[in-house]
């Protein structure tokens, strides 16, 4: 996910998992989640994973290895783009990879993109595109060409609730709220949230 480029576009609200203190371990397929969970868990580390939509009962599994579960909807990270990214900016991204000579050749030409087809139509080629090019940074790239009000709610959502939990400073500001006032009393009468001062 692409927490750094949304940390250049928006820092007031997200930070890159490395900021916020996180080692990031490629399991490299979502079969090895619970295993990988159960050994850092097992050193004592507090383990959280963003992984694909899971069948039961390896859901249930997965799930009770991590101390914090961040699971998508879509069967494939590269479903995660393609139904969340705005189809203009795929079709733009798949028409330039023609245009600048990178589209794989080996790709039959049947499914290359062009300005002919429709929109639907390049997306499915993109698709086949991503598949061809998984885990080689063809996501990040259109990722890095999205604005954060174009970026698929589930990253979104993911990082904001990733730094909720382990920034200091969000703990911070929500202990600062405490307890509205009530009426007739002043904020400095009002009950704080416990732990601030």
Same mark, same amino acid.
């Given at each position: #996910?692409?927490?750094?480029?949304?940390?250049?576009?928006?820092?007031?609200?997200?930070?890159?998992?490395?900021?916020?203190?996180?080692?990031?371990? +490629?399991?490299? !397929? @979502?079969?090895?989640?619970?295993?990988?969970?159960? *050994?850092?868990? !097992?050193?004592?580390?507090?383990? &959280?994973?963003? *992984?694909?939509?899971?069948?039961?009962?390896?859901?249930?599994? =997965?799930?009770?290895?991590?101390?914090?579960?961040?699971?998508? @909807?879509?069967?494939? &990270?590269? /479903?995660?783009?393609?139904? !969340?990214? %705005?189809?203009? =900016?795929?079709?733009? &991204?798949?028409? /330039?990879?023609?245009?600048? !000579?990178?589209? %794989?050749?080996?790709?039959?030409?049947?499914?290359?993109? /062009?300005?002919?087809?429709?929109?639907?139509?390049?997306?499915?080629?993109?698709?086949? &595109?991503? @598949?061809?090019?998984?885990?080689?940074?063809?996501?990040?790239? =259109?990722? +890095?060409?999205?604005?954060?009000?174009? #970026?698929?709610?589930?990253?979104?959502?993911?990082?904001?609730? =990733?730094?909720?939990?382990?920034?200091?400073?969000?703990?911070?500001?929500?202990?600062?709220?405490?307890?509205?006032?009530?009426?007739?009393?002043?904020?400095? +009468?009002?009950?704080?949230?416990?732990?601030?001062?």
């Amino acid at each position: #996910m692409d927490s750094w480029a949304l940390t250049v576009l928006q820092p007031a609200e997200f930070r890159s998992l490395e900021e916020l203190g996180l080692a990031v371990v +490629d399991v490299e !397929g @979502d079969r090895s989640l619970e295993p990988f969970a159960n *050994y850092f868990r !097992g050193l004592g580390k507090t383990v &959280f994973a963003v *992984y694909d939509e899971q069948p039961e009962p390896h859901k249930t599994r =997965i799930r009770a290895a991590l101390d914090h579960a961040f699971e998508s @909807d879509k069967h494939s &990270f590269e /479903d995660v783009i393609i139904d !969340g990214v %705005p189809s203009a =900016i795929l079709q733009e &991204f798949a028409l /330039d990879l023609v245009a600048n !000579g990178e589209w %794989p050749t080996h790709i039959p030409a049947v499914s290359r993109p /062009d300005a002919t087809k429709t929109i639907q139509e390049n997306l499915a080629c993109l698709r086949i &595109f991503l @598949d061809d090019k998984k885990g080689k940074g063809a996501c990040a790239a =259109i990722l +890095d060409k999205c604005s954060p009000d174009d #970026m698929p709610e589930y990253i979104t959502n993911t990082l904001r609730e =990733i730094k909720r939990v382990t920034d200091p400073e969000e703990e911070v500001a929500e202990a600062d709220v405490g307890e509205p006032a009530q009426e007739g009393e002043t904020t400095e +009468d009002a009950p704080k949230a416990e732990g601030s001062a």
